[in-house]
C-alpha cells in the first residue's frame, strides 16, 4: 500500500513570491491533515479535513494561506505571498476516519523563504 | 487548549542501554498518547500509542506509561541500538481528533 505522497519535497523561493504543496493520502483516508512543523519543533496543526469539509482551520493564517481538498482525496495547500517566516516543513497526514486515532504522515515540503 | 511539554530535548545514551523521555500535558480531557519516531527528512512515524483508561503498553522493546493523576507519560525503550538514533515526539489528542505534539526528543544511541 503506498503511503502518504507530498510533492515537492523541497522547495526554494524568494519572499513575496507564492507556492503550493501537493498531498495525496493514502487510498479511502478520509480525514487529512496539513501540519507546520518548524525546525526543532513538533508538528503544529494548520488544517483539518474530513472528506471535503475543512472542519478545523482555526490555526491557519487565512490572510496568506489557503488550502482546498477538491473531491475529498488530494489536497493543496497555498501560501501568497510567502515570507521570511513561512521557512519550516510542511506534512500532510491522512487517517481513515475520524475516529481512527493513527495518523500516517508523508515525507514533508521543506520550504525555504529567502 | 492542550499544552505538552517533553523533556529532555536531546538524550545520548550508549548502545544497550535504556532510555526514557517524559512528557507532560495540562488537559484532562485529552485521552489519546501516541508516540511517534522522525527520522532525517521523513515524516513522523507512530511506534506505539496509549489511551487514558490503560496504565501501562508495551510492544517488544519499547513501553509507554500513563499517569492521569499526574497528567504525564512516558516513553521507554530498552537495549537501545544505533537504528533507534532519530528524533521523537509525543502527542496528545484533545477534543477529539485534534493532536498537540511535544517539541521533540533527539535520540543518539552511541555504538
Known amino acids: 500500500e503506498a503511503g502518504v505522497v507530498q510533492s515537492p519535497r523541497y522547495k526554494i523561493i524568494e519572499k513575496k513570491q507564492p507556492v503550493a504543496f501537493w498531498c495525496n493520502p493514502i487510498s479511502g483516508h478520509n480525514t487529512l491533515y496539513w501540519y507546520l512543523q518548524n525546525l526543532g519543533q513538533g508538528p503544529e496543526l494548520l488544517i483539518r479535513y474530513e472528506n471535503e469539509e475543512a472542519v478545523d482551520d482555526s490555526q491557519l493564517p487565512k490572510d496568506r494561506f489557503s488550502a482546498e481538498r477538491l473531491k475529498g482525496v488530494d489536497s493543496t495547500l497555498k501560501i501568497q505571498p510567502a515570507e521570511l517566516g513561512d521557512s519550516a516543513v510542511y506534512l500532510c497526514?491522512?487517517?481513515?476516519?475520524?475516529?481512527?486515532?493513527?495518523?500516517?504522515f508523508g515525507p514533508g515540503t521543506r520550504l525555504t523563504v529567502l | 487548549g492542550e499544552n505538552v511539554e517533553q523533556h529532555p530535548s536531546t538524550l545520548s545514551v550508549q548502545e544497550g542501554d535504556s532510555a526514557v523521555i517524559k512528557c507532560t500535558y495540562s488537559?484532562?480531557?485529552?485521552?489519546?498518547f501516541p508516540w511517534y519516531k522522525q527520522e532525517l527528512g521523513k515524516g513522523p512515524q507512530l511506534i506505539i500509542d496509549i489511551r487514558s483508561n490503560v496504565g501501562e503498553k508495551k510492544d517488544q522493546r519499547i513501553a509507554v506509561t500513563l499517569n492521569k493523576t499526574a497528567k504525564h507519560f512516558s516513553l521507554h525503550i530498552t537495549e537501545t541500538q544505533p537504528e533507534d538514533s532519530a528524533v521523537y515526539f509525543c502527542a496528545a489528542q484533545y477534543n477529539f481528533n485534534k493532536f498537540y505534539f511535544g517539541s521533540g526528543t533527539k535520540l543518539n544511541v552511541k555504538p
Open positions: 497526514a491522512s487517517s481513515p476516519h475520524r475516529a481512527y486515532n493513527e495518523q500516517f
Open positions: 488537559d484532562s480531557a485529552s485521552n489519546y
